[in-house]
């Protein structure tokens, strides 16, 4: 059961902040957020991921919402090469002592000259 | 892309025979996993390990069974492959003590 929800298509123009939203609501205290990218049918690329705090590194910023149910993943200056599906994932603990994620079915997001 | 490899990397097979992919890792990673990917669901989790010869299933395991003799493969086998499985299969491993799976480049398969 996917525990995340995002919207289907997003269109940003090049040169623009890219903001993709992702709702969690039923997320755990101790449960992570990550986000990944998938380029065409490539495997899907780590980008960022954060517990409650904001987060950013080289590639985005993630804010995640006090209350922790909704996060927004940012490019801050989106080029054409991040035209990806963007997915919203929760990682959730295993009895094994490991993790595994719960993907949504993702945004696609289409930068446009 | 943490030295993953996945064999073959297109398959197509009939219905009935059985099927092994092969998920090989360089780096010497405890943790590996197995994910389908389909039209509309994302990707899902179908079996991880955590060690040699350590298993367990994930969301979508029926069908599948999974192998781990050496750290370094994790077989996926499809005993009698049908046709609902035609899918992309992805292996992703992860780092003792990171957070972070990386995922391998995928095999595309299809059953007829």
């Known amino acids: 059961d996917a525990k995340t929800t995002q919207p289907t298509s997003m269109d940003c123009a090049e040169g623009r902040a890219a903001n993709l939203p992702c709702n969690h609501s039923?997320?755990?205290?101790?449960?992570?957020v990550y986000w990944y990218r998938q380029i065409h049918s490539q495997g899907p690329q780590y980008i960022i991921h954060?517990?409650?705090n904001n987060e950013t590194n080289e590639m985005a910023s993630l804010i995640i919402t006090e209350d922790r149910k909704s996060s927004t993943l940012i490019l801050p200056h989106a080029t054409l090469r991040d035209t990806a599906v963007y997915y919203c994932i929760v990682r959730v603990g295993t009895t094994s002592g490991t993790y595994k994620y719960i993907f949504g079915t993702g945004t696609r997001l289409k930068v446009l000259a | 892309d943490a030295g993953i490899t996945q064999s073959p990397r297109h398959k197509v097979t009939e219905t009935g025979t059985p099927v092994t992919l092969r998920c090989h890792q360089t780096?010497?990673?405890?943790?590996m996993y197995w994910y389908r990917q389909d039209p509309g669901h994302g990707l899902r989790l179908i079996h991880y390990s955590y060690g040699v010869k350590d298993t367990d299933k994930g969301e979508v395991s029926d069908g599948y069974s999974v192998s781990r003799s050496k750290t370094e493969d994790f077989l996926l086998t499809l005993e009698s492959a049908t046709s609902s499985q035609t899918s992309v299969y992805f292996c992703?491993?992860?780092?003792?003590?990171?957070?972070?799976?990386?995922f391998g480049p995928g095999t595309r398969l299809l059953v007829l």
């Open positions: 992703a491993i992860k780092r003792a003590g990171g957070e972070t799976q990386y």
């Open positions: 039923t997320i755990s205290g101790n449960e992570y």
């Open positions: 780096e010497n990673h405890r943790y």
């Open positions: 954060g517990l409650k």
